[in-house]
């Protein structure tokens, strides 16, 4: 990778402001975060200030350094580090980033990069005469099943051949570039075959694709029951022989995924699946007790499997203390799982069991029961 400097002095604004919309925004963008954390829109902000003056300069850089309470240097390293921002004035009409790596290079982004050099520049980054157009060489651009490929703005241009480039920076030079109609360049739709489908094209296949997914479907719903361990069982149900016998009857595969998910709530140890079911009600008189809120309510997020998002709907319920948790019998543990939607995952994180030990001596003790640190 190279060197990323700031532009030279004589390229550099002396000072940048959001336009009123992008303020608003970057506004509502920092508010995202939690207090404390305003930081993490570092990104979202050099990206802004950058599509707003089509690169990111040393203005910017403080801007968005003095918004969030950041040093500057620490703004300027996330600059320098992430090659999608422009450190330098780009063309005003289109910055054209040609995708080099192998399965490009493979198929024609030399060619691509020599149109670039003899229609805009020789060097990357620098722009043409009339500051409209720049260029530059980026690694792979993630649409390698088109290549060769470029990217101007936010979109990509692929299938290309030097010709069609050069119609496309032409048409941008002109200031007609929403006139250009991204993604392939030749007769495929998205990353289909060229020239139109080759597989699937009659019914008989069709008919053929879609007994198989029926098959698939049902060895799937067979493994998702299976007991543990799963892996032999499933092994053994999708041999050739039986994926044939069920191509000729797949209506008796659901009934053998039925059978096999009786056979694995009769195991000892094992849960059944648990059916959707509808949200209990608040009266229901399995709900636990709630109490009012405390001075010091514990932090319910140190048992695992309560973020804040729960923490919050526990508050809600009246919950608000380990003791409360460790105490929930077993119809009041099944009324909040149902309540979350959790499908038995407090049995399975075994909230009970951590509220107990956090109760009893709060993470130290956690760490003797689990032998590892809450959450
Ligand atoms: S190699 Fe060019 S897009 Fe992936």
């Given at each position: 990778m190279s060197v990323r400097r700031l532009a030279e002095d004589q390229f550099q604004p002396a000072a940048f402001a959001f336009n009123d919309e992008n303020a608003a925004w970057a506004d509502k963008t920092i508010q995202k975060y939690p207090a404390g954390r305003q930081q993490s829109a570092v990104i979202p902000l050099l990206m802004r200030a950058q599509e707003q003056d089509g690169w990111v300069t040393r203005a910017?850089?403080?801007?968005?350094?003095?918004?969030?309470?950041?040093?500057?240097?620490?703004?300027?390293?996330?600059?320098?580090?992430?090659?999608q921002f422009q450190l330098g004035p780009v063309g005003t009409r289109a910055h054209i980033q040609v995708c080099g790596t192998t399965p490009c290079m493979l198929r024609g982004s030399e060619g691509l990069m020599s149109v670039c050099k003899s229609k805009i520049h020789h060097h990357p980054f620098e722009r043409n005469a009339e500051g409209t157009l720049s260029w530059e060489e980026v690694e792979c651009l993630g649409a390698c099943v088109n290549a060769p490929m470029v990217m101007i703005g936010k979109d990509t241009y692929e299938d290309l051949t030097p010709e069609r480039?050069?119609?496309?920076?032409?048409?941008?030079?002109?200031?007609?570039?929403?006139?250009?109609?991204?993604?392939?360049?030749?007769?495929?739709?998205?990353?289909?075959?060229?020239?139109?489908?080759?597989?699937?094209?009659?019914e008989e296949p069709k008919k053929k694709a879609s007994a198989k997914k029926v098959v698939a479907d049902a060895a799937t719903a067979t493994v998702d029951a299976a007991p543990v361990p799963p892996s032999e069982a499933a092994r053994a149900k999708s041999t050739d022989a039986e994926t044939n016998a069920a191509l000729k009857t797949p209506v008796t595969a659901p009934k053998a995924a039925a059978k096999n998910a009786k056979a694995v709530e009769e195991q000892p140890g094992v849960a059944a699946p648990v059916p959707a079911t509808a949200k209990p009600s608040l009266t229901d008189k399995n709900r636990p007790a709630g109490i009012e809120k405390p001075a010091t309510?514990?932090?319910?997020?140190?048992?695992?499997?309560?973020?804040?998002?729960?923490?919050g709907t526990l508050h809600e319920l009246g919950i608000f203390t380990f003791a409360q948790v460790a105490g929930w019998k077993k119809a009041e543990r099944e009324w909040v799982d149902g309540y979350l939607n959790f499908k038995g995952r407090i049995d399975r994180d075994d909230w009970v069991k951590q509220a107990k030990a956090l109760a009893k001596g709060g993470e130290a003790e956690y760490i003797k029961v689990f032998g590892k640190k809450p959450r």
């Open positions: 910017a850089i403080e801007k968005v350094a003095n918004m969030l309470d950041m040093a500057y240097i620490r703004v300027l390293e996330v600059a320098t580090f992430y090659t480039l050069a119609e496309i920076i032409d048409t941008f030079d002109a200031g007609n570039g929403a006139s250009v109609t991204p993604g392939p360049q030749i007769d495929r739709h998205f990353s289909s075959p060229e020239g139109g489908p080759t597989s699937l094209t009659d309510p514990d932090d319910l997020k140190l048992i695992s499997g309560v973020g804040p998002k729960i923490e």
